[in-house]
């Protein structure tokens, strides 16, 4: 069993940068596959980034390229979004999840692990 915990939301301006952390409770992170999701209102949950084992195979929304950078540190059991360059349309909850297994990266369903969320605003 893994806990997830985010932390590091807030309000930015646009143009702005914010870094979000995700901590893990539980044996085994290390070996879990991380992504990052985002939700607005009225919207669908959608895939941002997501990171394997080993920091090797990183995915990103086209939305976000260039922009965002996942990354994670094993020996913390951390997982960091850093976002750059914030839109408005970035505004959302986010979230972090794990999985132990193999699967589309941005398949939410396939997650076994979530966190509680954290917002996000980016105004204009």
């Known amino acids: 069993q893994v806990q997830l915990v985010e932390s590091g939301g807030g309000s930015v301006q646009a143009g702005g940068s914010l870094r979000l952390s995700c901590v893990a409770y539980g044996y085994g992170f290390y070996n879990y596959y991380v992504g990052w999701f985002r939700q607005a209102p009225g919207k669908e949950r959608e895939g941002v980034a997501g990171i394997d084992s080993g920091s090797v195979d990183l995915y990103y929304a086209d939305s976000v390229k260039g922009r965002f950078t996942i990354s994670r540190d094993n020996a913390y059991a951390k997982v960091y979004l850093q976002m750059s360059s914030l839109k408005p349309e970035d505004t959302a909850v986010y979230y972090c999840?794990?999985?132990?297994?193999?699967?589309?990266?941005?398949?939410?369903?396939?997650?076994?692990?979530w966190g509680q969320g954290t917002q996000v605003t980016v105004s204009s």
């Open positions: 999840a794990a999985r132990g297994g193999r699967g589309p990266p941005f398949f939410a369903q396939g997650y076994n692990y």
